[in-house]
């Protein structure tokens, strides 16, 4: 017959005050509040790039050159109010969410068929690899021959620009996605388009959004160019060809505005509709710090 347990000794403590941790709580400091906010510390950088332009510009005292960065500033005021600049942005984004759109849609497709066939896969890769290296613009000759001069030619090499990285950075994140999540999709016997959306999508999320901005920023910087050399295929002309006419009257200051605004609208997208989708998705879900 076994021993009893012998009983456990209780030990009683007294509840110790958070002073007698030897922890002293000390508020941050105006510094420290200022330091931790990124947005100041990327505004800081601004303003010294800034100066750094003013007082440069003032030196070399050639504004065919460099202009200044007041009178840069405030040609771009100048310009935004009497709303040229505005009308050509929006010109060039019409053009730009037309490509943007019809490209994720068909990386889409043909994401879903390698995903889905082996001969997908093979067609996918093997096209990616011809045709990712293959530089936008140098399609748009060949867009205007088979296009004629219209928005139709700078859509066509929009969409190349966009699909291929897209459809490889989805494609890639579809084939990191773990068996084990596969496997759980389907149990629950999700097949086709649902086991693509409600599986693979959401776990592939952090590589299609990589491809998203992959996508627009390759986009954005074709149809510049493509409205610097044929900006009259956009009808009136959108930001390039805004750029590319007051550089021909050596407006030099009206230059560097289109170039502003250039920045201001990919930094707007960047930081309002990519950051915001992050913060909500993937932040949000734990798969990014």
């Known amino acids: 017959m ?37 947005l100041v510390r990327k505004l800081f950088i601004l303003i010294v790039l800034a100066a ?43 053009v730009l969410l037309q490509g943007y759109a019809i490209g994720l849609a ?11 066939t082996q001969i997908g896969n093979d067609l996918l890769e093997t096209l990616t690899a011809m045709l990712n290296p293959l530089p936008a613009i140098a399609l748009l000759p060949l867009a205007l021959v088979w296009f004629g001069l219209g928005n139709a030619s700078i859509v066509f090499v929009l969409i190349h620009a966009v699909m291929w990285p897209v459809a490889l950075n989805t494609h890639s994140g579809f084939r990191s996605v773990s068996n084990t999540l596969r496997m759980v999709g389907r149990n629950y016997g999700l ?45 009136s002309g ?20 289109g170039l502003f605004t250039v920045i201001i609208i990919g930094l707007l997208v960047e930081s309002l509709i990519f950051r915001t989708i992050e913060q909500r998705t993937i932040r949000k879900w734990g798969m990014q710090h």
């Open 52 to 94: 750094v332009w003013e007082i440069y510009a003032r030196y070399l005292g050639n504004p065919l050159v460099l202009p200044t960065f007041t009178s840069t500033l405030q040609t771009f005021v100048e310009r935004i109010a009497n709303g040229e600049l505005v009308a050509r942005a929006a010109t060039s984004l019409q």
């Open 2 to 38: 076994s021993n009893p347990p012998m009983p456990r000794p209780e030990f009683v403590r007294d509840q110790v005050a958070e002073r007698d941790f030897g922890v002293v709580e000390q508020p941050l400091t105006a510094w420290e509040r200022i330091y931790g906010n990124g």
């Open 191 to 235: 097949r086709g388009a649902g086991y693509v959306t409600k599986i693979l999508v959401p776990a592939a999320f952090p590589s299609i959004l990589s491809g998203l901005k992959v996508g627009w920023a390759f986009a954005w910087r074709t149809l510049i160019a493509a409205e610097l050399v044929f900006g009259t295929t956009a009808g």
């Open 106 to 116: 068909l990386a889409f497709v043909f994401t879903v068929l390698a995903m889905s």
């Open 238 to 257: 959108g930001i390039g060809w805004f750029i590319y006419e007051n550089k021909i009257t050596l407006d030099i200051p009206a230059v560097f505005a």
